[in-house]
């Protein structure tokens, strides 16, 4: 998603900031916004977790699955 710098210094000067404030003010603001959206995961990123956590549950289980059998067995 983009965003319109130039239309937000129009709007900043509107407002009675001069010219070098209004540049400055969007430039922050198109920053900010573009360090929030780098901190999203992706779809991509939510699959692998869903994985990684299958796996390490399903390992869990086994585990405990193992240790219960052998006390029973050999406890």
Do not use: P
Request: proline share 0%; no cysteine; aromatic share 6%.
């Amino acid at each position: 998603m983009s965003y319109d710098t130039h239309e937000t210094v129009k709007r900043l000067k509107g407002a009675n900031f001069s010219e070098d404030q209004a540049e400055a003010l969007a430039t922050i603001l198109r920053d900010q916004r573009q360090n929030d959206l780098s901190q999203l995961a992706t779809k991509i990123d939510l699959e692998l977790l869903k994985r990684d956590l299958t796996i390490r549950l399903g390992g869990m289980i086994a585990v405990g699955v193992g240790f219960l059998t052998a006390s029973k067995f050999f406890g």
